[in-house]
């Protein structure tokens, strides 16, 4: 099994809503990570855990709040989302942060924001 | 900080070559990546080079990496429609996150 499976594909939120994003990988990634993709744009890093421990945070906005459950599971969740946050979600794994980090990516949650 | 620069825009023929080109400031990168994303899909791996290697051929695919210039490219042969999707190049040195080109559009005229 070589797959990241996120859920759900599509999300339309309203700005007082709270929302999450759930992904899993059973390949024994022991790397997690949550991406942002505005269009035409490549991803930009959010989050990365590494053995279930927050290991990245790059001055996302609390808005935003990831969890790592377990080594296979991964969510992000939700809450008073402005409009500049519509986005492709991504989440990827790999075996472990920094050498030949090899991502797999999920293919995304598509998220506007009205 | 790292950069990662490629062209935006490549169109080719059905059947021609097609290389994508991508420059790097980092010059201790270790490795070096080649993503494609399709359209409202994630992105996926397609091949890797070590910093230490000048080629690397996987079917239709070769990399061409030099080191001095901190030039790296991908030659795809025999373009086929789907092939047309956009191709960041990224790279990573120690344990530092992946740092992404902003990819270049290949579009394949049938």
């Known amino acids: 099994d070589t797959e990241v499976t996120q859920t759900p594909k599509h999300l339309v939120m309203g700005m007082t809503n709270k929302k999450s994003l759930k992904c899993e990988q059973h390949?024994?990634?022991?790397?997690m990570y949550w991406y942002k993709q505005k269009a035409k744009k490549p991803p930009e890093l959010m989050f990365v855990?590494?053995?279930?421990?927050?290991?990245i945070n790059e001055s996302v906005p609390s808005r935003f709040s990831p969890e790592c459950p377990n080594s296979s599971l991964l969510n992000l969740h939700l809450h008073a989302l402005q409009p500049e946050d519509s986005a492709l979600y991504l989440c990827?794994?790999?075996?472990?942060?920094?050498?030949?980090?090899?991502?797999?990516f999920g293919s995304g949650t598509q998220l506007p924001v009205l | 900080g790292e950069d990662v620069e490629q062209s935006l825009f490549l169109s080719v023929r059905e059947g021609d070559s097609s290389v994508i080109n991508c420059t790097y400031t980092d010059s201790s990168s270790t490795y070096l990546y080649w993503y494609k994303q399709e359209p409202g899909a994630g992105l996926q791996l397609l091949t890797y080079?070590?910093?230490?290697?000048d080629m690397k051929q996987d079917q239709r695919l070769t990399v061409l990496l030099n080191k001095k210039d901190k030039h790296l490219s991908l030659r795809i042969a025999d373009t086929q429609t789907g092939d047309s999707a956009i191709y960041f190049c990224a790279e990573n040195s120690g344990n530092t996150p992946l740092v992404f080109g902003k990819g270049t559009r290949l579009s394949v005229i049938a």
């Open positions: 390949m024994g990634h022991r790397a």
């Open positions: 990827a794994s790999s075996q472990r942060i920094g050498g030949n980090e090899k991502l797999f």
């Open positions: 855990y590494s053995y279930e421990k927050l290991s």
């Open positions: 080079i070590f910093s230490n290697m």
